[in-house]
């Protein structure tokens, strides 16, 4: 028997089942199958465990879930689950302009103002517990800070992203 056998308490609980709710919208967000994650983490993870968890069957340790963030490249918090939060209420047509940008191009550039772009992206994927890892939708308002980071106006960050090969083209 592996240790891994033997870090799991088989009860379930509401809060369980909420955890595995989670577990699941990480992983479907990183479009991985049960199947895949098994073959990626080298047998790490097995479907069936994994799957026993997402249904909240099973209970995972703390030190399991931990690896399991790092194999989905998440902070540990964003695989627990979270008090119902209120939607914030959309700002005028000026503030409420999305842009997206292709997190991909955007790993591939390095200099201090994209570092300070890619820690701000983290902080916004975070917060909105997006971590599909390709693209990511700024807001109206995030651009103001954006812009700060690329010395541009306000009104020309989406230009100025444009211009970097940096938005978003599906």
């Known amino acids: 028997m592996n240790m891994r056998d033997f870090d799991d308490d088989v009860t379930s609980s509401p809060y369980s089942r909420k955890v595995g709710e989670r577990l699941r919208v990480i992983r479907r967000q990183k479009r991985l199958s049960l199947q895949e994650v098994e073959a990626t983490s080298a047998e790490e993870f097995k479907a069936s465990v994994l799957g026993a968890y997402e249904r909240g069957e099973r209970a995972i340790s703390v030190p399991r879930l931990e690896r399991l963030a790092k194999f989905y490249n998440v902070p540990v918090d964003q695989l627990l689950p979270r008090e119902e939060a209120v939607a914030p209420a959309e700002g005028d047509a ?36 997006d971590f599909n890892g390709k693209v990511i939708t700024v807001r109206g308002d995030d651009t103001r800070a954006i812009a700060a980071m690329l010395d541009v106006p306000v009104d020309q960050v989406g230009q100025r992203l444009d211009a970097l090969d940096l938005l978003y083209r599906p």
């Open 94 to 129: 000026a503030t409420s302009k999305k842009l997206a940008v292709d997190l991909l191009k955007l790993s591939q550039l390095s200099g201090q103002p994209f570092e300070m772009l890619t820690r701000f992206l983290k902080m916004i994927q975070v917060q909105r517990q």
